[in-house]
């Protein structure tokens, strides 16, 4: 069964000081608001670039919650970045999906 995650972008920068800052790149959340995928670039995530495909390689970093970032406690998770990068967008949510889907044991408990 495939694991649900919805996708979010940044809001557009508002403001004086709006040229300075770098847009983020879209990220996923599990339906329980946990995270679940961050995608990553040296440029800013600008939506006439992707669409034209202008822009560097994108990386994909993946939310192993079988390594808790707090040992003690056993809360938390781990980013893990996958080996591959990708050329397009479309590309890195579909290889982050089918990865989330072969790997339930990276979920959270309660996105399962």
Not at 65 to 73: G, W
């Amino acid at each position: 069964m495939a694991s649900k995650i919805k996708w979010k972008i940044q809001e557009r920068s508002t403001g004086r000081y709006r040229s300075f800052r770098k847009r983020q790149w879209p990220q996923a959340e599990y339906k329980d608001g946990s995270p679940a995928v961050a995608i990553y670039c040296e440029d800013g995530y600008d939506i006439k670039n992707v669409r034209s495909g202008k822009h560097g390689p994108l990386t994909v970093r993946i939310a192993d919650y079988s390594k808790p970032s707090n040992k003690a406690t056993g809360a938390g998770f781990t980013w893990m970045m996958l080996v591959r990068t990708f050329p397009t967008l479309d590309e890195a949510k579909a290889a982050a999906q089918s990865f989330i889907d072969r790997n339930h044991e990276w979920q959270p408990k309660t996105a399962s």
